[in-house]
């Protein structure tokens, strides 16, 4: 019964469940959904003083490990198997809201590409994209350092080779086992890093709007989110571009940040995600300054990450750009 963004009363679901049950350990299969609830219910369990959910929200590293988890990953998009954070939404307040804690890593992940075969194409795009965004965002993040750096490097270069072969086929084991590594390698970012406001952003989105999957709210939000950064860290964009495969050498060194972005757009072409809209879900562009200031209100220290300081207003004018 896990929702896809998973709720208050998921968790709260969860953890009597596991009371009842007397077990020892959680066995988390699924997406990021699943594996989010599994850290939560497993942190309160070891920690009754957070029963209540909300509590959670924030860099607030609790005293006890949480129980066991063992992570098994059907889809290779969140990394969640992998990082220290985890994402629940409060339906009654329409927030999401972000935990950060050590704590709360899986003691073991078994990224088995075999149990990915049957995602859908759409899915395997949108997973695919999340994870993609998670390595450059913490590629671009102003916490980056040279092990991040060499984790999100090489997961931008896998994702871009395989995933719109795995979106194609998504039969091919090769292109499937390599979208899972990227997919490991960028909630690996997460950790040693951390993601940007473009995650804030969409979380915002997806908290009015529950059934907007959240890599299709990354993509939406992409073009216009890394057009605006493009001049801010211009050397960090050129060599995104390199790893996804563009020469850049001959561009002037004024366009070379750019394309990355050019890149992006390709890529996504590729996997035929590049003509997704806002307003297929009820959204409407009227609803970009409430999204703006619910994302910096509920989501204010990824926003802090950034390589430049956004304002309210450019938070929303990059929204605005972004619809469709």
Excluded: W
Aim: proline fraction near 6%; include cysteine.
């Amino acid at each position: 019964n896990i929702k896809p963004n998973p709720t208050i009363e998921n968790v709260q679901t969860g953890v009597a469940a596991f009371k009842a049950s007397g077990a020892d350990y959680i066995i988390a299969i699924g997406g990021g959904s699943s594996m989010d609830t599994s850290k939560a219910v497993g942190v309160i369990i070891t920690n009754p003083e957070f029963e209540d959910v909300r509590s959670l929200e924030g860099v607030a590293p609790t005293k006890n490990p949480c129980v066991p988890i063992i992570a098994v990953p059907t889809t290779a998009g969140t990394a969640a198997e992998v990082t220290i954070n985890y994402v629940i939404t409060d339906v009654e307040k329409k927030r999401k809201f972000v935990c950060v804690d050590t704590h709360d890593i899986p003691v073991v992940a078994v990224v088995d590409p075999e149990m990915m075969l049957t995602i859908p194409a759409h899915l395997t795009a949108y997973q695919g994209f999340d994870a993609l965004f998670h390595a450059t965002e913490g590629y671009i993040a102003n916490v980056a350092t040279p092990l991040s750096d060499a984790y999100a490097l090489k997961s931008i270069e896998l994702l871009a080779k395989y995933l719109p072969a795995a979106v194609k086929d998504g039969s091919d084991l090769e292109a499937r086992t390599q979208v899972a590594l990227a997919s490991t390698l960028s909630g690996m970012v997460e950790s040693t890093s951390c993601c940007t406001s473009e995650h804030g952003m969409e979380h915002a989105l997806s908290a009015f709007y529950p059934k907007l999957p959240h890599g299709a709210g990354l993509i939406m939000l992409s073009e216009a989110y890394y057009s605006f950064f493009a001049d801010k860290s211009p050397e960090r964009f050129t060599a995104m571009a390199k790893a996804m495969g563009v020469v850049t050498g001959h561009l002037p060194e004024a366009e070379r940040p750019m394309a990355f972005v050019k890149a992006l757009v390709e890529l996504q072409k590729a996997c035929g995600v590049d003509d997704l809209k806002m307003s297929d879900y009820g959204i409407t562009k009227e609803d970009m300054a409430k999204c703006a200031a619910n994302a910096r209100h509920t989501m204010g220290g990824l926003f802090e990450l950034d390589p430049y300081a956004l304002s309210l207003d450019e938070t929303t004018q990059i929204m605005m750009n972004a619809y469709k």
